[in-house]
């Protein structure tokens, strides 16, 4: 699923546990045999997905705001919203010309709590034209190249528009530079809280960044650019990721496009080859879910298995191709790389289904290709509107402890099974067992997100100081399945009846009053990371 509102989308990647589960077989138990290979001892360490870089994320990773501005809407004078003619661009994504009456306006800052950063902001740009803002305070200067404009907390989202460009020399290169940064933002694109938040994780996980799902990239000459007018549409750079996995010291994980072509995957491994600490090490994962329905690349990994004759049904020509595919792409990276000693190839699969699983890693040997099977063993309670129990209307009556009850007498013993039956698998082909994903799963689904009361009384049980207890179980039930690598998800985003992924909510959330955050961080300093800003 992915909905207009990319940010609530996450729902769709998670929901996919119940979409694939009705596709794929039972679980069937693990048979033992012998290992071809033992996997290397387990050294579980806590690793984050970043959210992603819409105009709403609340995040505020980069000090030019304008980094993750909305796409351009065409306006037209006295007309709707949204109703001016289709846009011409520049090859960066900035109107190459208006029509008489028209104007390309688009949003910053997206927010409606109260979090917007207070101060004065500096606009940047090179080229001939006007720039007008609106649900501002004030304009403070105004001149070519440079508009200087305050905005108080509680302002909410900025609007900014392109009133006029001068075709042969376009308003283009537009920053938006945070209060306290305008010396800075050249050499320092990263906000240093944001900085202070990860420094410590081992690793990175850039799926969201990445706008992994259904990504329209092909080729390398697709892919994202530096001067890109805004990050939110095809994602971040290369250069931005690997910038940030250096200055943290933490590992990247990279989720390569399903589109991409071999082209794409030699170019992508030589640049993180020339760009990377050499001391980091750098997991390679084909894509996202593929075995999740709900996404283009599931359906697209059942068309390409399908038409290799792989199997029949498009689920078990997906899972195969999956297999297939990521062996190709594990052994491009090794002849860049060399070798495989700086690699983790990453070959993903189902939490709840083990024989998903097996089905990925054996065809063809893949297994021989990679180092690590990834699942995302979620604490799942997942709640249709109506219809089998426990559901929404049932819920919604429930207090918050007899909903966090529920989760650790039924949704976490689940999730525990889940760990030991995948670990079977990945001892089974000497892999080792990583979590591309993980955390609390408390959900309305099928209608369940529409019940107001449900989704107040699941954010409740976020904030309720029983999480940390139900995490602490949580990790060490990880540590016990022989669990390596554990990347949660999310870092900071706000939470919705689309769920409450946010490890924190605002980029001013105060760490200290957030359970999950203490427990997630508490765990990784167990396991001797220097972690969590105080």
């Not at 809407?73 to 109703?83: N, V």
């Not at 009850?405 to 999730?415: A, F, I, N, Q, Y």
């Not at 609390?440 to 107040?456: P, R």
């Amino acid at each position: 699923m992915r909905l207009h509102a990319r940010g609530w989308a996450v729902v769709g990647l998670h929901l996919g546990l119940l979409v694939a589960c009705r596709a794929a077989p039972a679980p069937q138990a693990v048979q033992a045999a012998p290992a071809p290979r033992t996997a290397p001892a387990a050294d579980a360490k806590v690793g984050i997905n970043l959210s992603g870089l819409p105009d709403w994320n609340s995040e505020r990773p980069f000090v030019d705001a304008f980094r993750t501005s909305r796409e351009w809407i065409s306006q037209r004078q006295g007309a709707g919203w949204g109703q001016g003619p289709k846009l011409e661009l520049t090859p960066q994504g900035y109107p190459a010309r208006l029509e008489a009456g028209c104007f390309a306006e688009t949003l910053m800052l997206t927010d409606s709590a109260g979090h917007t950063p207070e101060g004065d902001y500096t606009c940047l740009y090179e080229g001939s034209g006007q720039i007008t803002f609106n649900n501002i305070d004030r304009v403070v200067s105004n001149e070519p190249g440079r508009i200087v404009f305050h905005t108080s907390r509680g302002k909410g989202t900025v609007f900014l528009a392109i009133r006029q460009t001068d075709p042969a020399n376009p308003v283009r290169h537009i920053k938006v530079i945070l209060p306290g940064y305008l010396e800075t933002w050249r050499n320092e694109p990263f906000r240093p809280e944001f900085l202070k938040m990860w420094r410590g994780v081992a690793c990175l996980r850039f799926m969201d960044w990445m706008e992994t799902n259904g990504s329209p990239i092909k080729s390398w000459a697709e892919r994202p650019q530096m001067d890109d007018a805004t990050w939110a549409r095809h994602g971040a750079p290369l250069e931005v990721m690997l910038e940030l996995a250096n200055r943290l010291d933490a590992a990247p994980w990279f989720c390569l496009p399903h589109l991409a072509d071999d082209d794409y995957v030699r170019q992508f491994a030589a640049q993180v080859k020339a760009q990377l600490k050499p001391t980091l090490k750098v997991y390679v994962e084909w894509s996202n879910e593929t075995w999740n329905g709900m996404f283009e690349q599931s359906r697209y990994a059942g068309r390409e298995g399908q038409a290799r004759h792989f199997a029949q049904q498009p689920w078990e020509a997906g899972w195969k191709y999956t297999g297939y595919r990521s062996a190709q792409i594990h052994r491009i990276w090794e002849e860049v790389f060399g070798g495989a000693t700086r690699l983790v190839r990453v070959l993903p699969t189902q939490a709840a289904n083990a024989y998903v699983s097996e089905r990925i890693v054996e065809f063809q040997n893949a297994w021989q290709t990679a180092d690590a099977l990834a699942v995302a063993p979620y604490i799942s309670l997942n709640l249709p509107a109506t219809g089998r129990e426990p559901n929404a209307a049932t819920v919604a009556g429930w207090t918050v402890e007899q909903l966090l009850d529920h989760v650790e007498r039924v949704s976490l013993p689940e999730c525990v099974k889940w760990m030991a039956a995948q670990q079977q698998v990945a001892a089974k082909f000497g892999l080792k067992l990583v979590a591309y994903e993980g955390g609390q799963h408390f959900v309305g689904v099928q209608g369940g997100e529409n019940n107001d009361a449900l989704t107040k009384l699941l954010q409740q049980a976020n904030r309720h100081p029983r999480m940390a207890t139900i995490y602490r179980a949580y990790f060490d039930a990880w540590e016990r399945a022989g669990g390596d690598l554990f990347c949660y998800f999310a870092s900071t985003s706000r939470w919705s009846k689309w769920g409450s992924w946010g490890i924190l909510e605002q980029w001013d959330d105060n760490p200290a009053e957030a359970p999950k955050f203490g427990a997630v961080m508490d765990w990784a300093k167990r396991r001797g990371q220097t972690v969590g800003a105080p």
